[in-house]
């Protein structure tokens, strides 16, 4: 019964997800990203404690394997999120630290 349960509990996370990614406007994806990529950090956090944690040889690879995503997922968005930021940039000030606008 309760494998029946989850299974209807993710399929209803993925329909809504989906649902609600397609109805986001354009301008507010970059700042949405941010903020997941802020909650992501969130789960680094618990994956250092389940790996750390101590108990069963499974639970500690587990939990690194974890660190590991969690890692390239905070990572890979913001590299994103700071690429599309780039797009709003002027063409004048082109990474240029000291540039104003």
Known sequence: MEAVFLAFVLMLSIFLGFELISKVPAT???????????????TI?????????GHAQVATWLGALAV??????????YLVTNRMLGMFRKKDDKGQPGATS
């Open 68 to 77: 590991t995503f969690a890692t390239v997922n905070v990572v890979g968005g």
């Open 45 to 53: 956090v618990g994956a250092l404690i389940s790996a750390g944690a």
């Open 28 to 42: 507010l994806h970059t700042p949405l990203m941010s903020g997941a990529n802020a909650i992501s950090g969130i």
